[in-house]
């Protein structure tokens, strides 16, 4: 089933500023969320919701939604998992503000289930994600390499297992919540769920915390993690390394490592999109007449171009293949040579003769006289 437009869905135009799509977003959450309709129609309701959901996560994150409005769908969905969609976007605020508690989007976003197992009785939870920043040359991301880079993360305390107890210890139920990590409140058909204060939506109260990781559960850990850069890559390109992020809570998975890569600045080469610009100088006489000239790429390697007699300064040529590779696999850019006459300083005798000389043959009138006796002349 084809995909319905984002800013359709939202009822948006698009250059809708984020407060309008909020805005809309959050009539659109009222009138398809599952609480609010029949049994009946609950199944319909919860289809709309995850749709209009989806829309607002992309239109809201600044990254998401300029791929999006590149590439369309076919943007989102070859960069983004369908986890990564809903990663970073601010649904809390808008259901507090609405009254409505989080577990609808346990149920479904992450496969549904029971009331009871979307509880936090379990106090499993997701580890947070990092970031990093890699610098890279222009000849490394042209060409892709493999990068070892030191991070330091949370893990898991290996003196208390990630219990957070002081070995020996136990953790206890907390009074409040009895372990759901939530306490509610009815209102008409809804039931507003807020964390509870007591545990922290833990479940649990520690008493005698653990020395090593006064009770947090996690360390600090320095790693060495090895990282493949594709080919193509750009500054602002963000490379996803699975499980490789802080540690999760309660046999909770890994968060991932994100790679935001940063190129430096070369002393030839500039880089727009997927094409790499140069400027080579030659001389007057090789314009003049016709030359061969090495020009260097990007991939350690120098060709031949042949500069053509007649050549005016500033001229562009190009060669087919040598810049960037497409992340999205449509092959390579181009490099383009501008080349750059360059003029003779400090002539000496002889090449100033020959200079004059070739001058009268072409026609000009070039008199052997400086720049001021001319000016002289002229307002005479």
């Known amino acids: 089933m084809t995909k319905r437009d984002y800013y359709e869905i939202l009822g948006v135009n698009k250059d809708a500023s984020v407060d309008e799509i909020k805005k809309s977003y959050r009539k659109l959450a009222m009138k398809y969320h599952p609480d609010r309709v029949s049994s009946e129609k609950r199944k319909e309701a919860e289809e709309q919701f995850k749709e209009i959901s989806e829309a607002y996560a992309v239109l809201t994150d600044t990254n998401k939604r300029a791929q999006y409005d590149r590439f369309g769908h076919a943007g989102i ?6 986890e990564d969609i809903f990663r970073g976007a601010d649904f809390s605020s808008i259901f507090e503000d609405l009254g409505f508690g989080g577990s609808i989007f346990e149920e479904l976003f992450s496969g549904g289930g029971s009331s009871s197992g979307r509880r936090r009785r379990s106090g499993a939870s997701r580890g947070a994600d990092l970031e990093y920043e890699l610098g890279l040359t222009f000849e490394e991301a042209a060409s892709g390499i493999e990068k070892t880079i030191v991070i330091n993360r949370r893990e898991l305390c290996s003196s208390c297992d990630g219990e957070g107890a002081e070995p020996g210890t136990k953790k206890t139920t907390c009074p409040t919540c009895r372990g759901a990590g939530q306490v509610g409140q009815s209102a008409g058909f809804f039931t507003i769920a807020r964390t509870c204060d007591s545990c922290r939506g833990e479940g649990v109260i520690i008493k005698n915390p653990c020395k090593t990781c006064r009770g947090s559960g996690k360390t600090p850990v320095e790693r060495k993690i090895n ?51 140069c400027k080579v100088p030659i001389s007057f006489v090789e314009a003049a007449l016709g030359t061969e000239i090495e020009v260097p790429t990007l991939f350690k390697e120098k060709i031949n171009m042949k500069i053509p007699a007649g050549t005016q300064s500033e001229k562009v040529f190009r060669i087919s293949g040598k810049g960037f590779a497409d992340l999205h696999g449509y092959g390579k850019g181009d490099q383009y040579v501008k080349v750059h006459i360059t003029v003779p300083t400090d002539l000496n005798a002889q090449q100033k003769k020959l200079l004059l000389e070739f001058a009268k043959l072409s026609g000009e009138d070039f008199r052997n006289e400086t720049i001021s006796e001319k000016i002289k002349k002229a307002f005479k």
């Open 77 to 82: 969905n070859n960069q983004y998992s369908s």
């Open 227 to 277: 990282v493949k850069v594709p080919a193509g890559v750009d500054s602002g390109s963000h490379l996803r390394v699975r499980s490789e992020g802080e540690a999760g809570t309660k046999n909770g998975p890994h968060g991932d490592l994100y790679i935001l890569i940063n190129l430096k600045q070369h002393e030839i080469f500039e880089r727009h999109q997927n094409d790499v610009y």
